[in-house]
């Protein structure tokens, strides 16, 4: 399927009946067009003299905003530009954004947000989302209504004990929901007033921050035990009940917590756990691609983890329901993966006490120590990076890898870029350019022996949007597994053979507003086949979910 660029520039047939005048008007940025006010809505609204005489174009501003971006001569100071357009001219920075969504993710996403939430009591301008304190229990249900907006689609909710692959950052963790729910905005077209980041506040155990006069979250260590799922527990019941149609994504929780909450509240309520089922999606998406090149089946695979967190759980569980699709029994599945945490291959006869997660996938086989040893011993088809250690996939183990697959399948997921398992141009040197490469950061393309290959990003963003989309728009009452398989099987057709042939194994992100509908189209179906969708099925599920789409254009105002 050939993806065009989505079309962001039609204006739609519809006004908007709009309550504030002059200063009042300007200042929403909900509503503020800035320079770009009409001559009727700056008679009819008061605001003349407000506004500079020249009534700009749409581009005219996008242009001033792009030159005034690039001006920027570091990431962090691009940052606090995005965020104050952000805070003034939300459909301007949605526009900009979609434009040039490749240039400016790395700033609003990893990496360069986290640098922002290390700082963010030293960057703080204005507030963005809810701040739910643990010291407030018992009053949630009533400072949930101090949020001005009645329909919420998505929540995007941390405890900020875990941001990226930074840590505790307490409160500061903010900056990841903010980011994430701009991404829902610029690539599914989720309505910017329909979307809520929450940081539930339970303290902090990072000592720098109880230590940083300028730090904004409660000083003091992070709860823990039964009072802390008691905090989350309340804030769940209070947004549900008040808004009970929005999706709530939960978000860079410790592992400890995440797989607990996922599991407490997936059949209950819409939500589900970005680290975990993004992942998973995102993952499985360039297995699927991959195995187009290797000509290689899902459930014929050997898959060997670096790293037994939630990311590896999330990708492996996601490709165990791929090969229960495929014919295989859940158990059969299971077999067909090799876990290495930090001690070695996660096995039952080692001697520790495993961690709930790791237990379905735990070997009955004699412990071994390392990577290289496990790699002879499984003869792999597929190598996947979730350890955060940089360098792991040494040379050593790529080519005892190459020895027994033709072309060895190899994602270095590990974020940011420093963490990388092993690089695209290692993956290519090693292989003699026989590889399917995908890293979780992003990496320039790699020249090996006269030919240029692009590195797949496995980017979170190809999978989450669309995936909430389908679910909001209509209506489903929780999101399953089998949603993300479908969605990660949508986004593996939509890799073109001229990708494939380029060594890509994801589509070009410029088309993230046609792939995100794809999914929220297929997301949608499953909701419908399985009878969790409360809206009522439309002819052409696609053309229903494109409807559903915001997109950054300025629409007529009519005063009331
Ligand atoms: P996590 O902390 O839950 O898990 C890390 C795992 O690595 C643990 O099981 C730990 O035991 C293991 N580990 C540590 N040292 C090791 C060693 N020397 N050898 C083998 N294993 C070792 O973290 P997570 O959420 O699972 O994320 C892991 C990495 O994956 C991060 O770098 C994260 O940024 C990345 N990630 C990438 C994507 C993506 O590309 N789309 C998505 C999610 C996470």
Sequence with gaps: MTLKRYEIDKLEHKIIHVKKRGLDLIRDPMLNKGSAFSEKEREEFNLYGLVPPHVSTFEEQIKRVTENYRRKDTDIGKYIFLEALHDRNEILYYALLLRNLEELTPIIYTPTVGMACQQYGHLFRRTRGMYISSKAKGDFKKRIYNWPEDEIDVIVVTDGSRILGLGDLGTSGIGIPIGKLSLYVACAGIYPSKKLPVIIDVGTDNEKLLKDPLYLGEKRHRIKGEE?????????????????????????????????????????????????????????????????????????????????????????????????????????????FWFLD??????????????????????????????????????????????????????????????????????????????SECTPTQAYEWTEGNVVYASGSPFDPVKYKGKTYATGQGNNMYIFPGVGLGAVACKATKITDSMFYTAAKTLAKLVSKE?????????????????????????????????????????????????????????PYKPV
């Excluded at 040494?394 to 997921?413: H, T």
Aim: hydrophobic share 40%; with cysteine; charged share 25%.
């Design 228 to 336: 802390f799922y008691e905090v989350i527990d309340e804030f769940i019941v209070a947004a549900h009940e008040r808004w009970p149609n929005a999706l709530i994504q939960f978000e860079d929780f410790t592992n400890d917590h995440a797989f607990p909450l996922l599991k407490k509240y997936r059949e209950k309520l819409l939500c589900f756990n970005d680290d975990i089922q993004g992942t998973g999606g995102v993952a499985l998406a360039g297995l699927l691609a991959a195995l187009r090149i290797t000509k290689g089946k899902l459930c014929d695979q050997r898959i060997i983890f670096l790293g037994a967190g939630s990311a590896a759980v999330g990708i492996a569980d996601m490709i165990v329901a791929g090969m229960v699709e495929e014919g295989l029994s859940r158990q059969e599945a299971q077999k067909k």
């Design 342 to 419: 930090s001690k070695g291959l996660v096995t039952t006869t080692r001697g520790d006490k495993l961690a709930e997660h790791k237990i379905p996938y735990a070997r009955e086989e004699k412990f071994i120590k390392s990577l290289l040893d496990v790699v002879k011993t499984v003869k792999p088809t597929s190598l996947i990076g979730v350890s955060k250690q940089p360098g792991a996939f040494s040379e050593k183990i790529v080519r005892e890898m190459k020895k027994y697959v033709d072309i060895p399948i190899i994602f270095a997921l590990s974020n940011p870029t420093s963490k």
């Design 499 to 555: 990708d494939l042939q380029k060594g890509r194994v994801y589509p070009d992100l410029k088309g993230i507003r046609e792939i995100s509908a794809h999914i929220a189209a297929s997301v949608c179906d499953v909701a419908y086949s399985e009878g969790f969708a409360w809206e009522k099925r439309p002819d052409n599920i696609l053309e229903f979910v494109k409807s559903k789409m915001f997109q950054p254009v300025y629409l």
